[in-house]
Each structure stands twice: as C-alpha cells, then as structure tokens.
C-alpha cells in the first residue's frame, strides 16, 4: 500500500512542476508570439557574441543582432497591421509603430561599421520583451518552475522604467554620434539624416514617451548647469546653444502618451 502511494506521489511530482502539454498547446495557440519570444532570445545571445565571440566573428554577430531586431520588428508589425495595404491611410498609420521605428533603426545602421552602442537599444528591448514573456510561459509550465528564472525576470521587471530611459537616452546619444561617425568616413553622409527622422518618430511616438521625457530632462538638466555661477562662460554659452539648437530641431509638442504596454 504505501509502495503504491509513493509511486502515485512521484508520478505527480514532475506533472506539478512541468506542465508541457499545456505549454506544447500554447505554443500551437501562439505561434507569433513565440516566434517573437525566441527571435528576441536569439538578439541576447548575438550581442552576447558580439562582446565575446567564442562562436563566429564579433562583426558577424553584430549584424545578425540586427537582423533579428528587424526580423522582431517585421512580425510585430504584421501582428499589429495585419495585411500590408498600398495606400495613404496604411502608410501613415505604419509609421506611428514603434515597431516601425527599430525597423528603420536596424536598417540604418546594417549599412554602418559596428557601433558598440548602438545594440544597446536592441538588446534591452530584447530583453524586456522576453522576459515578460518568459514568464507567461513559465506560468504555462507550472507556478513552481524555475523559480531561478522567476527570480531574474522580477528584477527586469522592476527595472523595467529605468532600462527604457536608458533606451531612449542612447537614442539621443547616437545623433551627434552619427555626425562624427561621418567626419571618421564610417558612415554614409545620409545617416545622420536618416537617423533625426528616426529620432523624430521616437520623440512623437504615441506609446512610449520616454524618448520626450528624456529630451525634456536633458534641457532642465543643462539649462541648470548654465545657470551655475562658478561655470566658465565659455561652457555656459556651449550649452545654452546646445539647446536652443536642438529646441529649433524638435517637431512641435504632442500630447502626452500612455506608457508602452
């Protein structure tokens, strides 16, 4: 009797801690959203071989990372739009997607030699994304599983608004990277172009205001440096022109935005 008991309590054990018939029909009811989840586990793992290239070349992985966010950016868009129309109406709306947007980043940047930050972007993305996804299939899996896993994606998670503003201050940042990118002959003069319409479509962007906020932080943050008495002149001029400049660039102010979901 308790032989039969024990074994009955084996038996359940491991369908407590993995459920993978729910998560095979999961999978099967899901199939972009997984297809999403695993193209953004493989954009961690090429940035990881970009900084240690222990398979293939570090300029190999760096391009892959980029191909996977615009793979990431491509089906996302077909999820949001659905069937690509020829029309003015399908066109406006597809440029209001931030998806939209890092597919512009990824291929305004696959035509440039390797830049370390701009994966930055790309990777935290990625791995935002997957870790709130990573948790929905581990839910799948059972409320027990890999509590290892639950434990790193909590810390994402409560990181979650810092990581976007370092997203959108690396976006700033790589505009007057552009610039110099140029002057060194790494870049194609129409980069820097194309980047400020990319970096426009971020500071409009309905869904995600951070990149907004982050230019507004930015001027609060250099107009008080300005106004510091011991500052020499010099400098206090650079950055009140900093940002009169940038202010004349900026598109007119939109109302504020939800955060991205």
């Known amino acids: 009797m308790s032989d039969n008991t024990s074994t009955s309590e084996n038996s359940e054990r491991p369908s407590r801690r993995l459920n993978i018939d729910a998560l095979k029909l999961h999978v099967l009811s899901h199939k972009i959203d997984v297809a999403l989840w695993a193209i953004r586990i493989f954009t961690i793992i090429f940035t990881m071989g970009y900084f240690l290239p222990i398979f293939g070349t570090a ?28 029309n003015r109406q399908f066109l406006a709306q597809l440029l209001l997607e931030d998806s939209c947007h890092y597919l512009f980043y990824s291929l305004i940047f696959i035509y440039v030699a390797p830049i370390t930050l701009v994966l930055l972007p790309v990777v935290l993305f990625a791995i935002l994304h997957s870790a709130s996804y990573s948790l929905t299939l581990l839910d799948t899996l059972g409320q027990n599983a890999w509590w290892g896993a639950r434990l790193l994606i909590s810390i994402v998670e409560f990181q979650s608004r810092n990581i976007l503003r370092l997203i959108s201050f690396t976006e700033i940042v790589l505009m007057p990277l552009c610039v110099v990118l140029v002057l060194m002959g790494k870049a194609g003069l129409l980069t820097p172009f194309i980047y400020y319409h990319f970096l426009i479509q971020r500071y409009t962007s309905r869904r995600n205001p951070y990149t907004r906020n982050m230019f507004h932080e930015l001027r609060i943050l250099f107009e008080s440096t300005a106004a510091k008495p011991t500052l020499p002149g010099f400098l206090r001029q650079a950055l009140l022109a ?20």
Do not use: D, E, M
């Not at 992985?61 to 089906?75: F, I, M, P, Q």
């Not at 900093?242 to 979901?261: D, E, G, R, Y």
């Open 242 to 261: 900093i940002v009169s400049f940038t202010s004349k660039l900026a598109p007119p102010q939109v109302a504020a935005a939800a955060p991205p979901q």
């Open 59 to 86: 300029h190999s992985a760096y391009y892959k990372a980029l191909l996977s966010n615009a793979a990431t950016s491509a089906l996302r868009l077909h999820q949001r739009l659905g069937t690509v129309q020829f």
